[in-house]
């Protein structure tokens, strides 16, 4: 299926060319809204999108249904139900990953959805699906985790180095928590885990004191 980008802002998901970009038709059956402000740029097309096969909507760690109605009924439910939104991970400043979560309406229609998941694949992505959460797979995971780190650092449980390479030798993990948020940015870290927070209210997402002061110091720098 054919398919047609509309840009809204620069896009953490597609930051440089990409073979999903260069693939697009501006006259495409769907239509993949792309950039930080896609969810208000798709929100102010709505009438015209419905002409599109499906919809995807770039989202940060915001829900789908910030920008697409959740109808209980079966006549509006029909409206939304081939909107979608989805990410491609990335990890703070490093590049992007090669999986793409896509986000689901809690009634999508089964052959827009699979569509939807055929065109990434098609570029070459690896596609989780998943229900319509702030943060969704990856982000609930693992930010709970980094943070017990940071926290754990703090009381001195042991040096950043040991920390890091008890994690490496006894659990297999590539890189320890410290220097892999270390070198994505304890700044984006701290975004993403207040986001949450706010959206959540759950404590294992508040900000570490270290990525709060990274953010601060990053103000300053700006």
């Not at 999508?108 to 319509?132: H, L, N, T, Y």
């Not at 940071?150 to 890091?164: F, G, N, V, Y």
Request: glycine share 8%; aromatic share 10%; proline share 4%.
């Amino acid at each position: 299926m054919s398919y047609k980008v509309i840009r809204a802002g620069e896009s953490r998901s597609f930051p440089e060319s990409h073979a999903f970009i260069e693939s697009a038709n501006v006259s495409g059956d769907a239509w993949v809204y792309l950039g930080v402000n896609a969810g208000q740029h798709f929100s102010r097309e709505r009438a015209d999108s419905s002409r599109a096969e499906f919809v995807l909507i770039e989202l940060e760690n915001e829900c789908l249904g910030s920008y697409v109605e959740e109808a209980a009924t079966v006549e509006k439910r029909s409206q939304s139900s081939k909107a979608f939104g989805f990410a491609r991970f990335r990890l703070g400043k490093s590049d992007p990953s090669n999986l793409i979560e896509l986000v689901v309406p809690a009634k999508p229609d089964a052959d827009a959805m699979a569509a939807a998941r055929k065109i990434f694949e098609d570029a070459g992505f690896i596609v989780a699906v998943c229900g319509d959460f702030p943060g969704r797979i990856v982000n609930r995971l693992v930010r709970p985790y980094y943070n017990a780190a940071l926290r754990r650092l703090d009381e001195k449980l042991a040096t950043a180095s040991d920390m890091d390479m008890t994690l490496r030798m006894g659990l297999g993990y590539p890189e320890g928590p410290i220097e892999l948020l270390e070198r994505t940015g304890l700044d984006e870290h701290f975004k993403v885990t207040l986001a949450l927070y706010e959206a959540l209210g759950d404590s294992a997402y508040a900000p570490a004191r270290r990525a709060t002061n990274a953010f601060n110091r990053s103000k300053l720098g700006d």
